[in-house]
Every structure is written in C-alpha cells, then in structure tokens.
C-alpha cells in the first residue's frame, strides 16, 4: 500500500479543516456549487493551491478522450476532493471518487457531503495502490 507524504498528510488535514469551517458557516441545506466556492476560498486563505472543475481525459485504446471526467477540486495537485450537498449518498459517489483518483493517477481523495448535521459525518477519506 502507498504511504502517504507528510505533504499528502498535511493537505488532507486542512481539506477537513476547511470544510469544517465552511460547514460551522454555512450549515446543511445549500447548494453544491457554493459549498465548492467557499471551500475553495478556505484552502485559498490557507495558502494551499487547487483547481475547480478540473477536466480530465481519458486514455482507452491508444486515444485520447477528452471528454472525460471532470473533478470537482484538485488540491495542490495530489487530492481529489468531490463535494456533495446530498441528503442520501449513494455507493455510486463512492465508486465516482475511487474510480476519479485512479484515473487521475492520485493517491487519496475525499468525497465530503455538506448535506449531514455534523460535518464529521460526511467527510470520507479514500486511499489508491
């Protein structure tokens, strides 16, 4: 199994820190979309690079696709975080943000739902070989 950096480590810390303030800030009930902003603006605050909606190609049979995948934020190039407002998770998000770190060639992800009554309960950490 893949050992993490102290770097990876660091980032996912404050990836659960920043929901966490925007979660206290915001509460459940709001959209998708502005919990991405506003998540992004804690890790912006914190100094800590990403990218939004990051389209990702995808290579099958010697081509190249580009209408891939999309991310929903890339952390400092190393985690995928997908963000959910969502009153049910389903395994199909599960499946989503596994299949999207393998894809990506990253090592850790997150799949965060803002949608529960403590933010505690819907961050979930992934791990890929």
């Given at each position: 199994m893949y050992k993490l950096s102290s770097h990876e480590e660091f980032l996912c810390k404050e990836i659960?820190?920043?929901a966490f303030i925007v979660h206290s800030k915001l509460g459940p009930g709001v959209v998708e979309k502005i919990y991405e902003v506003c998540f992004c603006h804690e890790l912006r605050k914190k100094g800590i690079s990403?990218?939004?909606?990051?389209?990702?190609?995808?290579?099958?049979?010697?081509?190249?696709?580009?209408?891939?995948?999309?991310l929903d934020v890339l952390v400092?190039?190393?985690?995928?975080?997908e963000l959910k407002a969502m009153m049910h998770l389903n395994e199909y998000w599960t499946a989503q943000t596994i299949s999207n770190m393998k894809l990506a060639g990253k090592h850790v992800g997150f799949l965060i739902n803002f949608?529960?009554?403590l933010i505690k309960q819907g961050i979930r950490r992934f791990y890929a070989d």
């Open positions: 659960v820190d920043a990403f990218r939004r909606q990051v389209d990702l190609p995808i290579y099958y049979d010697d081509l190249t696709f580009d209408e891939g995948l999309r400092d190039d190393l985690v995928v975080c949608h529960v009554p």
